[in-house]
């Protein structure tokens, strides 16, 4: 697998940031199917038209009765989702409190109609929840703006 691309160099060859971003690598695969995720803000949109490539039908498997379906919550928000949005204000461990990252964070992403971000430590210590984790443990995100109040400058 290659993972977390950010460019196709050639049908076998693929650009990966590695160290944390501050580096990238130029992976080659010569394998024939080819197992690759990508980085989704390391290309521009571009519309479904043209191409080639084979459609194919597969069966499903039978089900073996181990597990079942129960639901899905989705949750609703006002806020841009988080690895979309073009601005993001992101609060760390230095807010000291869930209530003083509240109290910080929050106003301030609604006057710039912005998603919430939080760091590792301040998700670790309880401030904020999981699926608002940015960084290299979290979501990767590439906003236009990025505010941070109380993350340190850890070398990622």
Known sequence: QISDITKVVSADTFERPIYAGNAIATVQSSDATKVITV????FDATAATGGNAAVETATAAADTGKSSYVGSEIAKSDRPELTAAKII???????GSKEKFDEVITPLADKLGAAIG??????DAGYAPNDLQVGQTGKIVAPQLYVAAGISGAIQ
């Open 39 to 42: 980085r989704t803000t390391g």
């Open 89 to 95: 204000v992101s609060g760390g461990r230095a807010l």
């Open 118 to 123: 939080a760091s590792r430590a301040a998700v």
